[in-house]
């Protein structure tokens, strides 16, 4: 019988092999500017003419000289690993030596190089190659060039015409260019690009000094002021750090989760576990059906990265992928606190409580005045002065003018305590609801409640969330727990329902007690639905609006 298996031939195996880590124009992009990147760039240039199938990334890194290039494209040849042991602690964007070499076999290849002068002591010019199938060299000469490389692919899968039959329209193949350019930029904010399409520039991205101050360049209507940026410092390693930008819940999110983005060791990477983590953390901070505004980029020490998953780089194995997790939500708990960051320590001789004392005077506003002999003295970081409406608190700060909504910061306190102590309490007499139907009953014995028969169509409900057990309306609220949903549902219909009504008047004491609490509170920029809790009017503001250009207490004119 003759043998069926048989050895492939080399352009077999090379196409191949280009198929996996050259698969669309974005992937040529990617691959390009991963090399600029490790190059030391800090400026890249990338044009594409998508109708002829061609892309030129041009930077400042340091360039290749002579010897380099007679063999950058020669199959697996790198010069960011030499052994074995290398693939352990991978600290470059590009080491399988893969991404030129593929090119040559789908496309024209054409390089121009020129040493930096940092890592060449002596002058060398430029020089430029043109590649032929398999990395062979069909073209060498002098060049002029500044330092850097240039590097130019014509003619994609020009040798595979069906493999352009198989690709997305042009449009679609652009839009994820620039989702590739906006990722690595992302992830490298210190580097300036410009992407030119058809001749004419496309887009730019100015450099930033972080992620946070990159990111309102890559998205709509998103402002500086609407994100929260920490770096940490991890103390399980000199090598670990986390740097976290976060949209703040009640200035921004998104209608689909395409800004939960995860990095690591300067690339994008999916990372399905640590994005569940960040949904998680945010969870009841949104309106139904939004998504946060969040970009991670972990820090981590090399052996604890496999990076060897797929050809693309872009899916890893995460040593103690528990430890980050946690780390991620510590962050992202952080971030969203009102922290010394956006609260300072309350200044009681500020302009801010000056006018509002003028308000107070002109009886424009509904203001519980303190007593003449209560201690202005205090070390709240915000202060309440004053009620409007029975329904929003006045809170003087260092910085403006806060107003606080009663009800649903009284609701996010309360929210967060029944997800740290939920507790099912007996109570006697029973209550006694009527006409509850089978999955009514279901729910609440779901929900933990003891509940049995009290006759016919009656039913006795023998204990009750603790946080109900003195409210008057404790049956409508019980009717409302059992018409569905898990337990956070639940402990939110209970916050809700037992938190401070809008309409109800309250003293100054009451008032200062809900802001330090909520003040407290893990996430206290949002209710649980989702709604803002307070507006801030900074003084400058105010300033402004009343053509103010004196300082109070430092001025006797106007």
């Known amino acids: 019988m003759v043998s069926t298996i048989q050895v492939l031939p080399k352009e077999v195996v090379h196409l191949i092999t280009a198929g996996e880590v050259i698969d669309s124009l974005a992937a040529v992009v990617r691959e390009l500017v991963e090399n600029s990147l490790d190059a030391g760039a800090t400026r890249i240039v990338v044009s594409i003419w998508p109708e002829q199938w061609r892309v030129r990334v041009a930077d400042n890194g340091c360039g290749m000289n002579l010897e380099d290039l007679q063999r950058a494209a020669s199959a697996h040849s790198t010069s960011k690993i030499h052994s074995c042991a290398d693939l352990w602690k991978i600290t470059s964007l590009g080491f399988r030596g893969e991404a030129l070499h593929s090119l040559t076999t789908l496309a024209e290849l054409e390089i121009l190089s020129r040493p930096s002068p940092v890592i060449s002591a002596q002058f060398t010019g430029g020089t430029r190659v043109v590649y032929g199938y398999g990395g062979q060299i069909l073209h060498q000469q002098a060049a002029a060039i500044a330092p ?214 002109s009886g424009a506003y509904n203001i519980n005045p303190s007593s003449p002999s209560e201690d202005t003295s205090t070390s709240h970081t915000l202060k309440a002065v004053g009620q409007v409406n029975n329904t929003y608190i006045v809170a003087e700060h260092p910085g403006g003018l806060w107003l606080v909504e009663q009800h649903i910061a009284h609701e996010r306190i309360l929210y967060e305590q029944l997800c740290d102590r939920w507790q099912i309490v007996p109570i006697e007499p029973p209550i006694i609801l009527y006409q509850l139907s089978s999955l009514q009953v279901s729910q609440l014995q779901r929900l933990g409640l003891d509940i049995e028969p009290f006759g016919e169509q009656l039913w006795a409900i023998r204990s009750i969330p603790a946080m109900l057990q003195q409210r008057n309306d404790c049956a409508d609220a019980i009717l409302e727990l059992s018409r569905g949903g898990d337990l956070q549902t639940a402990q939110v219909a209970v916050a809700c329902r037992s938190a401070i009504r809008n309409g109800t008047p309250l003293s100054l004491p009451e008032m200062q007690q809900i802001l330090d609490d909520w003040q407290r509170t893990r996430n206290p920029r949002t209710c649980p639905h989702g709604r803002p809790i307070f507006l801030s009017l900074e003084e400058s503001s105010l300033a402004r609006f009343f053509r103010r250009h004196w300082v109070i207490g430092k001025s006797h004119g106007i």
């Open 148 to 361: 850097g490389t240039v590097v130019t692919v014509s003619n994609l899968f020009g040798s595979c015409i069906a493999r352009r039959q198989g690709l997305p329209a042009i449009a679609q193949q652009m839009k994820a260019v620039q989702a590739t350019i906006y990722q690595i930029a992302l992830c490298h904010p210190q580097v300036a690009w410009q992407v030119w399409q058809n001749d004419r520039e496309w887009f730019n991205i100015s450099p930033a000094g972080t992620m946070g101050k990159l990111l309102p360049q890559l998205i709509q209507q998103v402002r500086p002021g609407d994100l929260q940026e920490l770096q940490i410092e991890l103390s399980s390693s000199p090598q670990h750090s986390l740097n976290i930008v976060v949209g703040l819940p009640d200035r921004c999110h998104r209608h689909r989760p395409d800004w939960v983005r995860v990095a690591v060791n300067g690339r994008m990477v999916k990372a399905p576990e640590l994005e569940q983590t960040i949904l998680g953390a945010f969870h009841r901070t949104l309106p139904r059906d939004r998504y946060p505004v969040c970009c991670l980029h972990l820090l981590i020490s090399p052996d604890q990265i496999n990076w060897n998953r797929n050809p693309a780089k872009t899916e890893i194995y995460l040593n103690d992928l528990s430890y980050w997790q946690k780390q991620v939500s510590q962050a992202i708990e952080q971030a969203l606190r009102l922290n010394s960051d956006t609260i300072q320590e309350a200044v009681h001789t500020s302009r801010v409580g000056k006018l509002i004392k003028v308000a107070e005077e």
